[in-house]
């Protein structure tokens, strides 16, 4: 296993699946900053960029030699909570079966699997979760990332490592740029008063899931915000110092949120060297 400093080469040989989305481009984009030799997925049939595949998990084939990567994190999936419920077999058969199907082809290969799960495993009744904690999801996608997990657990329990994630927060966060859009057009920036969000960084993220792959750290990890605020005031932080933006920030109720629910977890890393 390889291990760099701060400032070293990496030179494990990593697969990005869903290399186009928020978390798998900033992470991309890390790791080519770093040297090392880093491929993606992408569901876009003629992107043009040479290091990213096509793959669709809806129907999943993956053209790769195995033995060319060392660590492949997944990213990818139907990530949103409204779509899932809308769909629930086609965000079936994304989040679980396609994402297993591909899980399971690369860990027989012997390619050590880092799978993105999500705080939503748990219902949001306790703050701060512990990681060994049962799962209780509430929602569609929860208990799809929870099957998900369930499944490596049992199955690959020592070339696969599960990363679960707080609200992950950067300029290309999905809710950033709807807020971002909204204030461009003139329009209200509307942020729920009575929802809670833990934030963490897209750099924290990066640097976790970097230190799980270059140790191989199999087993269940979580990485969480140090703090719990509203979706509101976290919008006014995020806007601080644009007095537009701040006057443009509108707090309003989520409609099905009946009491404030958590969204924080308890951060558990491998632990520095």
């Not at 040297?35 to 669709?56: K, W, Y």
């Not at 509203?230 to 707090?251: D, E, H, K, N, T």
């Amino acid at each position: 296993m390889t291990s760099d400093g701060p400032r070293g080469k990496d030179e494990t040989r990593w697969l990005i699946v869903g290399a186009d989305g928020q978390i798998g481009s900033a992470l991309m984009n890390a790791l080519s900053q770093r040297g090392a030799a880093v491929l993606g997925t992408t569901r876009r049939p003629a992107s043009g960029e040479a290091r990213l595949i096509f793959l669709d998990l809806a129907e999943p084939e993956l053209v790769l030699e195995p033995s060319t990567i060392d660590v492949a994190v997944f990213c990818a999936g139907m990530t949103g909570f409204a779509a899932c419920e809308a769909d629930p077999v086609l965000s079936h058969r994304i989040n679980v079966d396609g994402a297993v199907q591909v899980m399971d082809a690369l860990a027989a290969a012997g390619v050590h699997v880092i799978y993105l799960s999500s705080n939503a495993v748990f219902d949001g009744s306790v703050a701060f979760v512990n990681v060994n904690a049962a799962p209780m999801p509430v929602s569609l996608y929860g208990r799809q990332k929870a099957q998900v997990e369930a499944h490596l657990t049992t199955r690959h329990p020592v070339s696969a490592s599960i990363l679960r994630l707080t609200k992950v927060v950067g300029p290309n966060a999905p809710f950033i740029r709807t807020w971002t859009l909204a204030l461009e057009q003139g329009q209200p920036i509307m942020a729920f008063e009575n929802r809670l969000v833990c934030p963490v960084t897209e750099d924290a993220v990066v640097t976790a899931i970097r230190v799980i792959g270059q140790r191989r750290s199999a087993g269940l990890w979580q990485l969480s915000g140090e703090a719990e605020i509203s979706f509101a005031a976290f919008a006014r932080q995020w806007f601080s110092g644009r007095p537009a933006a701040l006057a443009a920030i509108q707090a309003t109720q989520a409609p099905e949120v009946s009491s404030r629910r958590h969204g924080s977890m308890q951060t558990h890393l491998p632990q520095a060297p």
